[in-house]
């Protein structure tokens, strides 16, 4: 589970973009942190990054999808 030291640097915040699955080797439009919904991996991808595509393998537990659980605000 990600893990944060200082609050007043995160909010929570109701969008859209957190609801989505990503696959494997997907470009995301979003930087920030993904969470395997599959076996709770997680990893940090940049905007415009791919997702692994070898990670990680868990053939028992079922296919890895990703859904992104921190959003990585970037000034315009």
Known sequence: MAQFKYSNFLREANVPAFD????PG??????????CKTCGDETAVA???ALPMNH???E?????VW???VF???RP
């Open 20 to 23: 989505r699955d990503w696959q």
């Open 26 to 35: 997907q470009v995301v439009a979003n930087g920030g942190i993904y969470r």
């Open 47 to 49: 905007k415009g990054g």
């Open 56 to 58: 990680h393998r868990h």
């Open 60 to 64: 028992m537990l079922g296919p890895v």
């Open 67 to 69: 859904q992104m659980i």
């Open 72 to 74: 990585a605000q970037q």
